[in-house]
């Protein structure tokens, strides 16, 4: 009888052998889920191999209960994918493979499909170009259907109903026909901005040469890095190429580092292509909703897959390009469970498929960057910006050792907000941090509420007169007095958005302001109402975290202020210079996007500072130089490959006890540098103790072929209560 060798969500680096449930197993049902009895329970897995023999003694094998043939198996290509993953990332494969599968998907049940409520009918090209007079003129309700189509392309069941209760049927004729399709796929409710959905603009030079470059090898698999300032009109390069892929009836994965910028960018994919078919991918989704775009990706139906990094994992039979907007965003790598970087694995899937990958940005990783200087990557650029007129914003500091600031804003900063509602244009006002303030302190005796499960403060959120975690979520009330003095003088300090909102309503009474940030966008659907009241002109001032930071594209707004970004310059991670270099790149690229001229104001105590020098240039080249040789001399990542061991207990001794046995191992193993085990940044989080133990080499197989060896050693090492994972390429310490 066959053998199952299946993958499971459990953290042993296994698979696991059954023996099959019927006899009709065939290697088509490599990559069909399975249900088979593990410990006590039930458990959903996927067949990886299909094979005569197991080394388990025979009457130990049991039988695997279910076969799942609800949906069609996964394809080789994605079990590839994550047998690489799993390789690379030194993370047991059943997890990996489970973790790559939608919700509904892992469960014991059968997936049984919902008719999609939101299923859309579109002309099709032959419907388009068709005569219409050679449907009889007594066929109403036909005749009435393809008017509709031709003025709006698309619409809704019920927009049908509205039009006649037989139009389904007449739909069903016209489907039969040819000229009418059914489009799975809800539209947006995001408004698209009327320029874009009219016309379809003449490439600047910049672009017409990207294009032009990457076209002919839209058949191979390359990276490209397409590095354009802000508002260079980088969509339009992705529109262009998509086209093309399109035309070749293949399949475009397109990934983008927040959820919010999916709307934006579906509304322009859409205005474009009036009939395409794109599935989202993100965690707003339901279960079922995200189960739906999943398969429709698999059976090759859905033309583009949008989605944040878990959209990577997104089985799609004929991949033709894979696309990376904002390619250095931190957010890209998963900081738990497998920490993969989806722009990592995207390229590594572009190249199993053997089509290109395109890695856009502003401000490139150093690491992509450090890739096109040595030719591994091929850099295109676009260094102006696209709407004719527009410039880059003019970028200044405001020292506020003299300009002193009142409630975070100072004088000229005031100014300029002032001048712009005059003028009846748009700002921005940056500052990276949510909540009111970032502590409350006791004025008496310097007591500060922190989190008694993480290493961390509580944050004020004064209107719901809450103190929260940032790190665990979790929340309490606000003390009258100090809990440790008694004394009633305990204060909000520092600033974070609602603060500065406070502060600019008082300031500008008659200004509508919006506030932008994960409190302010967490409910459903809050964000597309924001964007729409943005581009509609219903907002005067936008105050707003680093989700306002990327990407977004509002014509009306002409200045961006940031308030303190200074901490950041002396931070003592590494990553910390280039992070916020990108961020306040991208922050002030929001500015004179579409031919108003636009202004950024820097508040700063450190204005000579040379990262401030560069923004003001907005010299990319020169910081990521800089940059580089620091790294160079310091021994640090892109000229090393790097691997953590994180490791985290109830007690930290219990965590570094671990690290240090793992430390011998490692030295035994030899041809690495091994440092130290150091608590984490975060030292304590959740209620547990975190530790971690570096290790790093100037080769990356050298590095693979070590963890692998380590690896197998730490599995045996005696790990009482505490939990460890590898992380490579770590981002975060
Ligand atoms: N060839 C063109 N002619 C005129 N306008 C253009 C052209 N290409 C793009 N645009 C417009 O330029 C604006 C900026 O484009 P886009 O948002 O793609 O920039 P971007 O390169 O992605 O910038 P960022 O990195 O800041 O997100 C958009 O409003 C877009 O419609
Ligand atoms: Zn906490």
Known sequence: MAILRVALDVPLNTLFDYLAPDTEITAQDVGARVLVPFGRNMMTGVIMEVTAYSSVPSPKLKHAAHIFRDVPPLPEGLIALFRFCSEYYHHPLGEVVMNGLPNRLRSNKPFTRKVPSACQYGL?????????????????????????????????????????????????ELITLGWIEEIPFAHPATPVPAAQALQI??????????????????????????????????????????????????????????????????????????????????????????????????????????????????????????????????????????????????????????????????????ESHYNAVTGRYLRLRLSSRAVKNAALPVVRCIDTRAAKTKESFSPPVISALER???????????????????????????????????????????????????????????????????????????????????????????????RIDRDSTSRKDAWQHMLRDIHEQRVDILVGTQILAKGHDFPKLSLVSILNSDASLFSTDFRASERLFAQLMQVAGRAGRAGIPGEVLIQTEFPDHPLYHALRQHDYDLLAQTLLEERKTAGFPPFVYQALLRAEAPKIDTAL?????????????????????????????????????????????????????????????????????????????
Not at 142 to 156: C, F, I, Q, T, Y
Not at 252 to 266: C, F, K, M, R
Not at 474 to 500: L, S, Y
Request: aromatic fraction near 6%; hydrophobic fraction near 40%; proline fraction near 6%.
């Open 657 to 733: 006890g671990f690290l240090t046995s793992a430390v011998a191992v490692a030295k035994a193993l030899g041809e690495i540098e091994v440092f130290d085990p150091v608590p984490a940044q975060m030292a304590r989080l959740k209620g547990m103790e975190r530790a971690y133990l570096l290790v790093q080499s100037g080769s990356r197989k050298k590095l693979q072929a070590f963890l692998g060896a380590w690896r197998t050693k730490l599995d045996a090492l005696p790990s009482r209560k505490v939990r460890w994972t590898v992380d490579v390429d770590p981002m975060d310490f």
């Open 124 to 172: 099709t090209l032959t419907g388009r170009k068709a005569d219409t007079s050679i449907i009889p003129a007594r066929h109403i309700v036909k005749h009435r259907l393809l008017a509709r189509l031709r003025e709006s392309r698309v619409m809704s069941i019920s927009d049908a109903k509205q039009l006649s209760p037989r139009a389904p049927k007449a739909l069903n």
């Open 420 to 514: 712009c509602l005059a003028l009846n244009q748009q700002s921005l006002v940056f500052i990276n941090r949510r909540g009111y303030a970032p502590v409350l302190l006791c004025k008496s005796c310097g007591w500060a509420a922190t989190c008694e499960r993480c290493a961390s403060r509580l944050v004020v959120h004064l209107r719901d007169k809450r103190l929260r975690c940032h790190h665990c979520g979790h929340q309490e009330r606000f003390p009258n007095v100090c809990p440790e003095c008694g004394d009633q003088d305990v204060v909000p300090f520092g600033h974070g958005t609602q603060r500065v909102e406070a502060a600019l309503a008082e300031y500008f009474p008659g200004a509508r302001i919006m």
């Open 201 to 366: 603009p003449v490439l600047t030079t910049d672009q017409r040469n990207a294009v032009d470059v990457i076209a002919p090898e839209i058949g191979e698999f390359n990276t490209w890095l397409l590095h354009g300032v802000t508002g260079s009109g980088k969509t339009e390069v992705y529109l262009r190429l998509i086209s093309l892929v399109l035309r070749q009836a293949r399949q475009t994965l397109v990934l983008v580092p927040e959820i919010n910028l999916t709307p934006q960018l579906e509304a322009v994919f859409r205005a474009r292509f009036p009939t395409l078919r794109l599935v989202s991918l993100h965690s707003g989704l339901s279960p079922s909703e995200r189960a739906a775009g999943w398969l429709q990706a698999q059976e090759g139906a859905a033309e583009i897959v949008l989605g944040t990094r878990l959209a990577v994992f997104t089985p799609l039979p004929k991949l033709g390009l894979i696309i990376v907007d904002e390619e250095q965003d931190a957010s890209f790598k998963q900081q738990d469970g497998l920490r993969y970087s989806a722009r990592d694995v995207a390229i590594f899937r572009a190249k199993q498929a053997g089509v290109p990958v395109i890695l856009g940005s502003a401000t490139p990783s150093l």
